[in-house]
Antibody, heavy 120, light 107 residues
Framework: QITLKESGPTLVKPTQTLTLTCTFSGFSLSTSGVGVGWIRQPPGKALEWLALIYWDDDQRYSPSVKSRLTITKDTSKNQVVLTMTNVDPVDTGTYYC????????????WGQGTMVTVSS | DIQMTQSPSSLSASVGDRVTITCRASQSISNYLNWYQQKPGKAPKLLIYLASNLQGGVPSRFSASGSGTDFTLTINRLQPEDFATYYCLQTYTTPYTFGQGTKLEIK
């Protein structure tokens, strides 16, 4: 059974760095084809894909935030970390991590999400 | 980037109705199109993967089709628990992109 859970601060000040951790179980991020992605959702708005890390450490980012994002994995701890620098109030929203399966690269299991507010 | 245009943005329907939601890609994405259902305060739930494949545990009243640039999600015999927001997501290439969502409301 695959599960994922996001953790991190609920409140961050503008210009600070946001660090979110996705802790997962039920799969290994060393298995070929597997990945973990991050998706966010501002309040009342649509989903936005942010980043993805593959089993082979290949990293992909959304161009709109690429310069501020870093995604890393710790296979031994079953964790993926997303770091976003220089946050702004527009970065406020719920952040989800999700398992990317081998089948079509689809995000088939999601964490419950963590709400992050950027405010001074 | 591939743009996903989803329509309608909102939809009112009654229990028992059949509804269709469409997603159009700005370029061909083969069949790398997935559909999600999201209820308020909850994470999205995968309904359909690779354009037409029903995810395990999803009721058979959900179906989908399409390839290339045009895709549809159909819900037959709407049930009360189907009223939610639906999103399409292309996973043909990064950056992955979502449609803007369709809010399905009770008439």
């Amino acid at each position: 059974q695959i599960t994922l859970k996001e953790s991190g601060p609920t409140l961050v000040k503008p210009t600070q760095t946001l660090t979110l951790t996705c802790t997962f179980s039920g799969f290994s991020l060393s298995t070929s084809g597997v990945g973990v992605g991050w998706i966010r959702q501002p309040p009342g708005k649509a989903l936005e894909w942010l980043a993805l890390i593959y089993w082979d450490d290949d990293q992909r980012y959304s161009p709109s935030v690429k310069s501020r994002l870093t995604i890393t994995k710790d296979t031994s701890k079953n964790q993926v970390v997303l770091t976003m620098t220089n946050v702004d109030p527009v970065d406020t929203g719920t952040y989800y991590c999700a398992h990317r399966g081998v089948r079509g690269g689809v995000f088939d299991m999601w964490g419950q999400g963590t709400m992050v507010t950027v405010s001074s | 980037d591939i743009q996903m245009t989803q329509s309608p943005s909102s939809l009112s329907a009654s229990v028992g109705d059949r509804v269709t939601i469409t997603c159009r890609a700005s370029q061909s994405i083969s069949n790398y199109l997935n559909w999600y259902q999201q209820k308020p305060g909850k994470a999205p739930k995968l309904l359909i993967y690779l354009a037409s494949n029903l995810q395990g545990g999803v009721p058979s009243r959900f179906s989908a089709s399409g390839s290339g640039t045009d895709f549809t999600l159909t819900i037959n015999r709407l049930q009360p628990e189907d009223f939610a927001t639906y999103y399409c997501l292309q996973t043909y290439t990064t950056p992955y992109t979502f449609g803007q969502g369709t809010k399905l409301e009770i008439k």
